[in-house]
């Protein structure tokens, strides 16, 4: 294991035994991470403020209750916390967005689709991200991790290899023959994802 990992170890361990300044040093260590991983998604650094809160109160929460099981992947764990926030969000704004006739340049009730998605479209959004995800657990538990730790958990190459404790052409092997399985499963079962 590398010694940034023992060192978040460390620190949750220390702020569970009473240290309170040891969750201070935790997320100062890793807030820059995170903070970028989401300004990357909404592209406004003050709603990503924002959203780094709510993120590290979160976080800070599920590990004062005792729900936080240490993995030795305490990155990944608040980056998933983080993206989660984020697609509340969004999810909170589009309900309540409003569109007026001259932002949409034509007569809405005169249209026979509204702006948002159908039910269908959403059917067939979730049945793509079923098939993706059976598809992603097929995989190679090696294969597999270096996926999701990319495309779930939005880490680098770097990152991954220094969580998983190989160099980084390994990592990037792995994901090329990650994707080389995925497209090869694709055509077996002549799925469409689009």
Known sequence: MNAEVLSDKMLLNSYLSG?????SQLIERHSR???DYIVMLVKDRELADDILQETLIKAVRVIDSGRY????KFL???LRIAHNQVIDRFRTQKQNRVINETEAGYDIFGSLRMAEDSIEDEMVSAQIEADVRKLVEALPEEQREVVVMRYFSGLSFKEIAEQTGVSINTALGRMRYALINLRRMIKEKNLVLS
């Open 19 to 23: 240290n309170r300044s040891a969750i």
């Open 76 to 78: 990944s764990w608040i």
């Open 33 to 35: 991470r995170i903070r």
């Open 69 to 72: 099981t240490d993995n030795g």
